[in-house]
């Protein structure tokens, strides 16, 4: 009997996957999508002793320039600094605000990790997997299974849209198992990169202020 979708562990079957490129001698491509340095810390550390690996920094989502540009500037940085066994590249998308702003029309008010999410994930997701086509990359993936607030299931689903859409193939994952989001931390403490309270979007961002001040309120 098949394992509901919802129920299969992620890491495992990463794992495995990992485990037969080894026997085999191989070190496939990957495009990784990246929403920071940060998050993108562990799964480099974990992934480049295995694939070879392009960043894809693409996020219209960040609302404010100067943020997107910290981060750019900041997951170049890690990049160039992180010993990784096979070297990492690096490919910035476009900064269209317009693209994302049109594409959560109507869900500006849904709450983090919501429907809105849902759909920003599609837009960088699908970007990454054309871009995969494009450039004939054997699998895609994304940093954004790293964290605790976001849905790898969901993630996952979308991933896997994505790749039957383009004729590419999605590397699932789940970043946090394993502790990988803790590692993900140490990393960020031990290359002093630079780290924010919300994912980007000028609705996170509002979101995580009211938050803070409900809490100094207490």
């Known amino acids: 009997m098949a394992i509901p979708f919802e129920q299969r562990n992620f890491q495992k079957e990463l794992d495995k996957k990992i485990a037969d490129f080894q026997k085999k001698g191989e070190v496939p491509t ?7 340095a940060p998050c993108s810390s562990h799964v480099i550390a974990y992934l480049s002793d295995y694939f070879k690996i392009t960043v894809f920094y693409y996020n219209p ?9 910290k981060r750019v500037i900041e997951q170049k940085r890690f990049i160039e600094e992180y010993p990784a066994k096979y070297p990492v590249s690096f490919i910035e998308g476009d900064y269209d605000t317009a693209t994302y702003y049109q594409t959560v029309k109507g869900y500006e008010h849904c709450k983090e990790g919501g429907e809105r999410c ?18 004939g990359f054997d699998y895609f993936t994304t940093t954004l299974t790293i964290s605790p607030l976001k849905n790898s299931v969901k993630l996952n689903q979308i991933g896997l849209k994505c790749a039957e859409e383009t004729g590419t ?42 938050e803070e001040a409900g809490k100094a309120q207490q």
Not at 30 to 36: A, F
Not at 61 to 69: L, V
Not at 190 to 204: I, K, P, S, T
């Open 169 to 210: 193939t999605y590397l699932l994952s789940d970043f946090k198992k394993k502790e990988g989001y803790k590692h993900s931390i140490e990393l960020s403490k031990e290359y002093h990169l630079y780290r924010q309270n919300y994912c980007g979007c000028v609705f996170a961002k509002e979101q995580a202020q009211a």
């Open 61 to 69: 989502n960040i609302s404010y320039e100067e943020e997107y540009r």
């Open 118 to 135: 849902f759909l920003c994930y599609e837009l960088r997701l699908r970007k990454t997997a054309q871009l995969a086509a494009e450039k």
């Open 30 to 36: 990957l495009l990784l999508h990246s929403c920071c």
